[in-house]
Nanobody
Framework: QVQLVESGGGLVQDGGSLRLSCAAS????????MGWFRQAPGKEREFVAA????????SYADSVKGRFSISRDNAKNTVYLQMNSLKPEDTAVYYC??????????????WGQGTQVTVSS
């Protein structure tokens, strides 16, 4: 089992910045990757960014490339999402996801409780 706790959400003006954190505990030694997803009211949950735990390879949704940056601190079992140049359309609940490699060579996903990000125009 893995527990994920997000923090850092809030209200910010158009063009502002926020940094989200997601702290993992439990079976973190089997962590394969961590990522951020978001869900706006009335919309499907969508991918934002991800990072592999060992190599630190990153990937981003086209809508956030050049504005958001994902990073990790392996010693603290924490992943961060630095969000710059925020826009009202970035308003959503942001969820952290941890992907664990199991002994059966499958991947298990774990989710945090979510943190609200609101960008005012």
């Amino acid at each position: 089992q893995v527990q994920l706790v997000e923090s850092g959400g809030g209200l910010v003006q158009d063009g502002g910045s926020l940094r989200l954190s997601c702290a993992a505990s439990g079976r973190t030694f089997s962590m394969y990757s961590m990522g951020w997803f978001r869900q706006a009211p009335g919309k499907e949950r969508e991918f934002v960014a991800a990072i592999t735990w060992r190599a630190g390879s990153t990937s981003y949704a086209d809508s956030v490339k050049g504005r958001f940056s994902i990073s990790r601190d392996n010693a603290k079992n924490t992943v961060y999402l630095q969000m710059n140049s925020l826009k009202p359309e970035d308003t959503a609940v942001y969820y952290c996801r941890g992907t664990i490699a199991t002994a059966l060579a499958t991947m298990d996903d774990y989710w945090g409780q979510g943190t609200q990000v609101t960008v005012s125009s």
